[in-house]
């Protein structure tokens, strides 16, 4: 059974960063994709960042050229360093990774860390 364990939330004011960490245990696969996403109060939960194994990203418009993700495959870890935060930015933040073992998608989520930007 694959555990995601999420870290690095909190309280900041507006301006403050941020660095999200999320550890993946207990994989018999490769982790292919894995990202970070966001659920705030009375909203959907939606795509912040993904990062594929070889590196490729991709970022939801209203972050970009704020957070930067990057992983480390050997530890099977991914991190989200947000800068410049804003209010709107407050959510609980999901940890998602994703296997496909002979063509069978498998998506794992942590349990959320939450995000609070104070104005």
């Known amino acids: 059974q694959v555990q995601l364990v999420e870290s690095g939330g909190g309280l900041v004011p507006a301006g403050g960063s941020l660095r999200l960490s999320c550890a993946a245990s207990?994989?018999?696969?490769?982790?292919?994709?894995m990202g970070w996403h966001r659920q705030a109060p009375g909203k959907q939960r939606e795509l912040v960042a993904a990062?594929?194994?070889?590196?490729?990203?991709n970022y939801a418009d209203s972050v970009k050229g704020r957070f930067t993700i990057s992983r480390d495959n050997a530890k099977n870890t991914v991190y989200l360093q947000m800068n410049s935060l804003k209010p709107e930015d407050t959510a609980r933040y999901y940890c998602?990774?994703?296997?496909?073992?002979?063509?069978?998608?498998?998506?794992?989520w942590g349990q959320g860390t939450q995000v609070t930007v104070s104005s």
């Open positions: 207990g994989s018999r696969y490769r982790l292919n994709t």
């Open positions: 990062i594929t194994s070889g590196g490729s990203t």
């Open positions: 998602n990774a994703q296997s496909m073992p002979y063509g069978v998608e498998y998506n794992y």
